[in-house]
């Protein structure tokens, strides 16, 4: 077996040598067909002369000249030596054009004595001969196409040549001044990141504020946050107001497939660095090359473990990097090497969060400088709409609503638009709606079961919307606005969201009754479960006490174990199963409660539902109040409360 592979081994350079050396030859008995082509051409053009000449139409056969010389028909003749033809006038014949052409033999020594004895007007010339010329064009021409294949070949072999030496090169783009067009004043709703980095660009500008009072440079700068959120716009932003060199890479492309070009490359790009230092090198989504070494089951990458082992003694290694800062971006920190991320390496790690009611305001404004929007378009309200959209999905929604504004032959946004951009962006594209029949109305049923179920549950976010219009996989959706910003959950909120999330087919159990559920939630069955074992081992809220008995999920490219492992018994498993059923029977029976005790109002809303198919929330909350007693009171009492508190 060993000497077969040896065999093969040895098979394959001589393999590569042999295609090498059959494409060589064919390119030379192509060129040697192109050369014999060239002299078989010169040949036909220069051998024959008599073909390159224009030939004359009174053509004169040698025993016909004869003739006509001894019955004294001939008045002129005219000999060309270089040709070896004669230009016969015969009687009659005034003007040169019509002169006749004979062709001559070789030797003529009897020919010219006939001729002056008749008395005949005789005489020799000689044209000019361009087959010499033409002779030594062809073979320049023939030369020079053969240079040309000549130059090209070694063109080409020097161009691969050059790319082998150029493999482990930097592809860093280089930037000076303020060429992305980008300045901190366009970068809104991450406040703290901005401040973080304007003090980047003050330490490269004015270092000698900082080292005057024994204060040292961070070296480098970690972008922490989820994708759109503008990590690469705040690198473009430095980029913009720093006057000096900036770098930019993504980690990809410092990995290859062959081992050591991606140090390589490290190595270049630190070395361009400090020939323009003080600089900034920004590398984009850092954790394709600087995930932890020698994890997973089958090991680490020794491609890229050497590729982060020269990063890492790059920048804080024997040499240092002196006047070097490094801004890096991801969106998975969990999984970059602990190495990278010590002090001396990545001093500073800045969170690049969703931003808040006032960040997305910002954004928004932004976002809306080369637009046409109505004066009617309220950004704040779109920015209450929309808690956790990321910067990225702010400039989508403005771009969606201008596309659907120019559908529709608008001459400027209005809200309508903005509202149908959330609901797309949200939920998906709009479908067809249903025609009137059982299936409709049972999903205006579940959708106003949902509707419902939140308003009169205490804690529940308010109702924005409720549509039985086809969106994405929905045949139906019901939108809720939060009253305040994403955070923490009170267990109140929390057992009103599972309440409201069966609300749906708690209208289905009471009003078609338990027969006749439909699998149209299954969706908020998922949701349910979930929230309620989260409830039980992860927030301790639940009489089995605060025991965190399910931790974060370790993925097993990390290092994590393949299968599934619990850290508790079986008998907490079967206390945690019951009390999740408990919580989930509990919200439920809730929910069946809240639509039988405003049933009225459940069959009169759903009604006007199935006929306009889109309800509004203030529109919904007016309707409720109207046709429902228990609503009615429970507004008197919030009210009665509120002004308690502020009395």
């Given amino acids: 077996m060993e000497n077969c592979q040896k065999y093969e081994e040895q098979k394959i350079p001589l393999v590569r040598k042999l295609n090498n050396r059959q494409h060589k030859s064919k390119k030379t008995i192509a060129m040697g067909r192109l050369a014999a082509g060239w002299m ?37 003749v005219e000999i060309d030596k270089t040709t070896n033809k004669a ?18 033999f070789e030797r003529n020594q009897d020919l010219i004595p006939k001729i002056r004895a008749k008395n005949v007007d005789f005489s020799i010339k000689r044209s000019i001969d361009h087959s010499t010329t033409v002779g030594i064009l062809l073979n320049l021409l023939i030369i020079l196409v053969l240079l040309s294949g000549l130059i090209m070949i070694l063109r080409r072999s020097a161009n691969a040549s050059g790319q082998a030496l150029n493999f482990g090169r930097s592809k860093a783009k280089f930037q000076m001044e303020a060429t992305t067009g980008i300045k901190f004043d366009d970068v809104a709703g991450i406040e703290e990141a901005k401040e973080e980095l304007q003090e980047v660009v ?51 492309e410092f990995v290859e497939m062959f081992v050591g070009v991606g140090a390589s ?91 808040d009611l006032q960040g997305r305001l910002g954004i928004l404004e ?3 400088r080369g637009k046409k929007i109505s004066e009617e378009v309220s950004l704040d309200a779109i920015a209450r709409r929309t808690p956790g959209f990321s910067g990225a999905d702010l400039a989508n929604l403005l771009n969606e609503a201008a596309i659907l504004t120019a559908r529709r032959h608008k001459d400027a946004v209005t809200m309508l638009e903005v509202n149908d951009a959330v609901d797309r962006i949200v939920a998906g594209m709009e479908g067809v709606p249903l025609v009137d029949s059982k299936a409709k109305r049972l999903t205006a049923y579940h959708e106003i079961g949902h509707a419902i179920v939140a308003t009169m549950t205490p804690g529940h976010d308010p109702v924005e919307k409720v549509t039985i219009i086809p969106r994405g996989g929905a045949g139906g959706l019901t939108w809720f606005t939060p009253d305040e910003e994403m955070g923490l959950e009170s267990k109140t909120k929390i057992l009103a969201q599972i309440t409201s999330a069966l609300g749906g087919r708690a209208a289905e159990e009471v009003v078609f009754g338990q027969d006749e559920v439909t699998q149209g939630a299954s969706q908020d069955i998922q949701v349910v479960t979930s929230m309620a074992r989260k409830m039980v081992t992860k927030f301790g809220m639940t009489d089995l006490g605060v025991l965190a008995l399910e931790g974060q999920e370790q993925p097993v490219f990390l290092g994590g174990d393949s299968g599934s492992k619990n850290d508790y018994s079986e008998e907490v498993a079967a206390q945690i199963d019951i009390r999740i059923r408990n919580i989930a029977f509990d919200c439920l029976n809730r929910a069946r409660s809240i639509i039988s005790e405003n049933r009225l109002a459940v069959d009169r809303i759903v009604d006007l539902l199935v006929e306009r198919e889109t309800i509004e929330g203030k529109e919904f909350r007016e309707l409720l109040a109207k046709f429902s007693p228990v609503y009615q009171s429970s507004q008197k009492t919030d009210k009665v409360r509120s002004l308690l508190q502020k009395s």
């Fill in 265 to 355: 490359r490290v190595r270049d790009l630190f070395k361009k660095a400090k020939e323009n230092a003080p600089c900034l090198v920004f590398i984009d989504e850092i954790d394709a090359v600087g995930r932890q070494r020698g994890t997973g089951i089958g090991g680490g990458n020794d491609e890229r473990e050497q590729t982060l082992n020269q990063l890492l003694t790059e920048m804080d290694g024997f040499e240092g990097n002196t006047g070097i800062i490094i801004i890096a971006a991801t969106n998975r920190p969990d999984v970059l090497d602990k190495a990278l991320l010590r002090p001396g390496r990545f001093d500073r790690q800045v969170i690049v969060d969703y931003p």
């Fill in 40 to 76: 078989i051409l010169q040949t036909c053009f220069l051998a024959t002369p008599v073909l390159a000449q224009q030939r004359s139409k009174n053509m004169l056969s040698y025993s016909d000249f004869l003739e006509k010389l001894e019955e004294e028909q001939v008045t002129k």
């Fill in 366 to 368: 932004v976002h809306a």
């Fill in 87 to 104: 230009r016969v006038v015969l009687k009659g014949q005034s003007s040169e054009d019509s002169a006749n052409e004979v062709i001559l």
């Fill in 202 to 252: 003050t330490f490269l500008k004015e270092p000698e504020k900082f080292t005057a009072i024994g204060a040292k440079i961070p070296r480098g700068v970690l972008l922490v946050g989820p994708p759109g959120t503008g990590k690469t716009l705040l690198a473009k932003a430095i980029s913009g107001e720093a006057g000096v060199p900036f770098f930019s890479i993504s980690g990809s």
